[in-house]
């Protein structure tokens, strides 16, 4: 699904940035009013990919994605990440 979102997005956005090593929680883009079209990414995937693929523990891939990723803001095409209702206990 990520190749096919980076491809949609790409072709509405050619400035539009992503996250390295996150394909797997790209789950599509959005619009802002006056703004261009930015990726957006599951907030709890990219934890799951930080916990599996590099071994953190949650505090440590929390402010990891908060800090470094979440926190790096690169200009108006910065990705968004997302939190979803259905995720909430």
């Not at 394909?23 to 930080?50: M, S």
Request: charged letters at 25%.
């Amino acid at each position: 699904m990520s190749e096919k979102v980076i491809d949609s997005l790409s072709s509405q956005n050619p400035e539009a940035l992503f996250c390295d090593g996150l394909n797997e929680a790209l789950i599509g883009w959005c619009f802002r009013a006056t703004k261009p079209e930015v990726a957006v990414y599951d907030h709890d995937k990219c934890l799951e990919i930080f916990m599996e693929r590099d071994g953190m523990e949650l505090d440590e891939a929390m402010e990891h994605l908060h800090y470094n990723v979440i926190g790096a803001w690169v200009g108006e095409n910065t990705p968004v990440f997302i939190v979803s209702c259905e995720d909430l206990p």
